[in-house]
């Protein structure tokens, strides 16, 4: 067996549980963790749009939480102020993020490494003060509050996100969608100029790639990935608020990856996964868990500097009859 | 008005010199070991608490201004030696492990400091007439002392020989091995030097601002900011920036809000990054 064929066949196992997990759950009391699995999957989603800029393209994004921001407030406004139902709101959330990262990505992809990370944390920063200001649309620091709209009706029958597993359900559908699309991407021609500029800027021109035009198609699907996961979480959260568009967030989304294993499809899920599996276990356990969240991202970049999922696969290797 | 923009602007002159002297902690930082130090504003907070911890056992202010830059020195090795040389080869995963630090002393200071912010007396009191306003003695001595510890540091750069060896190391690593000069050595007294600068900072700081575990976030895209409109790697243009920054702040948020003026020196390290990404400052002196 190879280390891909045991990988997908995890991966099946892993999808076949989170599909059956609301039917599971109750039976051993443990409806509760629906919620926070819900939870994992939509940081897991943001995480994976740092993912594809930094892992597939090689640029350093710190600024992912603007486009999450806008996914959120697409969401809230869209619902709260125009009264918009579940599925016109979702799309405005993505759009609004897809159109800040198209303008945002025309100045962003010009620069490279550190001066990349550092104008988009700008270009956050100055929509984080916005946001602030400009409390009658946005709420500010209280956030914008909303009760969310049916998600579908069928005769008499209505799926809302109040029934828990209906919630978990559309969080997963879209999860697992994006993933599927990832997979498809980078298996694709595109996918493959993506790791040319990654690997060589100065080569990927020469073999006639557009470099900017490919990172900042790159930058475009990264703030959709990234806009898709905000709006989840809105309705989620049913709020948005101007906190999550801070700098700091936009860095967890860098550190999950990193920890969960960067370039890979299913680490950043694995690192956001861990981080809140942690966040809501531990916190019960002892208020000061971030001691140990930030001993443990040390000491993975330290001894596993390719993540949880790269000493996976690394130890597998090494098993016997296990090809690489 | 006009004195109350004369105030502002000093404000913004001794915050900005404050400002200056973690920003430049950072910029050595950048400038000879290529890492990001997510962690720098958590360091001058951490100033801010020991300041005050120091002042609370000891009573004394002076002691905090001697010993918390020793104590930050000695965080900088061990951190340099344990979260940083290992990974040195690969610069983003040492800006995930400055992360982790972050999330470590923010955390630490939470645990035992508390989560309340707290205030530290002026060693200072009292105030001067500046331009037809009184204005604390204190804030003028906190600039004039943190004019003298960035002049410190110019002078120890310019005229001691390791200084000159962090000069050659920043500017051409490469060289600066073949001519036999200790790299490694003196990457790890640069981030503790810029660590001390940082906490240094923190101590002169905390009898202006509020002494909270949450300061270094707030701090950190100052400090950037001054950074990257000075030129990375650029030292004076570094701290110019910072004062000009801080200046701007300052008047602007007098004449409109904070928030605005947020708003306006983003902008403007927007407009240096894509038009002027050298800094506004290449050229000058380095």
């Known amino acids: ?324 | 008005m006009l004195a109350n923009l004369a105030t502002l602007a000093l404000n913004g002159l001794a915050w900005g010199l404050i400002v200056a002297l973690i920003a430049l902690g950072l910029s050595i930082i950048f400038g000879l070991l290529d890492v990001i130090n997510v962690a720098h504003g958590d360091l001058f907070m951490v100033g801010g608490v020991l300041a005050w911890t120091a002042v609370e056992t000891t009573g004394s202010f002076a002691a905090a201004l001697v010993v918390v830059p020793l104590l930050g020195m000695a965080l900088g090795l061990a951190t340099e030696r344990f979260a940083i040389r290992p990974i040195l080869r690969n610069p983003a995963l040492t800006i995930v492990s400055t992360f982790g630090l972050s999330l470590i002393l923010q955390e630490a200071v939470r645990a035992t400091f508390g989560p309340a912010p707290r205030r530290l007396m002026a060693p200072l009191p009292g105030t001067l007439p500046v331009f037809g306003t009184n204005y604390e003695i204190y804030r003028l001595a906190a600039a004039v002392a943190a004019a003298l510890a960035l002049a410190a540091f110019f002078l120890f750069q310019q005229r001691t020989r390791f200084g000159t060896w962090m000069r050659a190391v920043r500017h051409d690593r490469e060289t600066a091995l073949t001519l036999g000069i200790p790299v490694a050595r003196v990457q790890l007294l640069t981030f503790a030097l810029g660590a001390a600068l940082a906490l240094l900072g923190g101590v002169i700081a905390a009898p202006i601002t509020t002494v909270d575990f949450r300061a270094g976030v707030e701090i950190l895209p100052a400090c950037f900011m001054a950074v990257v409109i000075g030129g990375l790697g650029n030292l004076p243009g570094t701290a110019a920036a910072a004062v000009l920054l801080a200046v701007t702040e300052g008047v602007v948020s007098g004449l409109s809000d904070p928030t605005a003026a947020r708003i306006t020196s983003l902008c403007l390290m927007s407009a240096v990054l894509l038009l002027r990404p050298q800094g506004l400052f290449a050229g000058a002196a380095r």
């Open chain 1, 1 to 324: 067996m190879s280390v891909t064929a045991i990988n997908r066949t995890l991966t099946a196992v892993l999808l076949a549980v989170l599909v059956a997990a609301p039917w599971v759950l109750p039976m051993f009391e443990a409806e509760f963790w629906l919620a926070i699995t819900a939870e994992m999957l939509i940081w897991g989603l943001f995480a994976a749009s740092a993912n594809l800029l930094f892992g597939h393209v090689g640029l350093l994004s710190f600024g992912q939480a603007l486009y999450f921001g806008f996914g959120m407030y697409g969401v809230a406004i869209g619902v709260d102020r125009f009264g918009l139902g579940f599925w016109p709101a979702l799309g405005l959330g993505i759009a609004a993020a897809v159109a800040m990262a198209a303008v945002a990505g025309v100045f962003a992809v010009r620069l490279t490494w550190h001066y990349f990370a550092i104008i988009t944390v700008v270009f956050s920063l100055i929509f984080y003060f916005l946001a602030l200001r400009l409390k009658p649309l946005t709420g500010g620091d209280d956030g914008l509050s909303f009760a969310p709209p049916p998600v579908a009706r069928f005769g008499d029958v209505t799926l809302s996100l109040g029934d828990e597993t209906v919630q978990y359900l559309v969080i997963l559908a879209f999860a697992v969608a994006a993933f599927a699309f990832q997979a498809r991407l980078y298996a694709s021609p595109l996918g493959r100029a993506f790791a040319a500029v990654r690997e060589s800027e100065r080569k990927a021109a020469l073999l006639g790639i557009d470099v900017l035009k490919v990172r900042w198609i790159a930058f475009v699907i990264a703030g959709g990935l990234a806009g898709l996961a905000g709006a989840l979480f809105a309705f989620y959260g049913r709020y948005a608020s101007a906190t999550y568009m801070y700098y700091v967030v936009s860095g967890e989304a860098v550190i999950w990856t990193i920890v969960g294993g960067t370039g890979t499809l299913l680490g950043p899920g694995i690192g956001a996964a861990l981080l809140t599996l942690v966040r809501e276990e531990l916190s019960t356990v002892w208020e000061h868990y971030l001691l140990v969240v930030g001993a443990v991202v040390i000491l993975t970049v330290v001894f596993a500097p390719r993540g949880i999922a790269g000493a996976w696969n690394a130890a597998l290797a090494r098993l016997p009859g296990v090809r690489s």
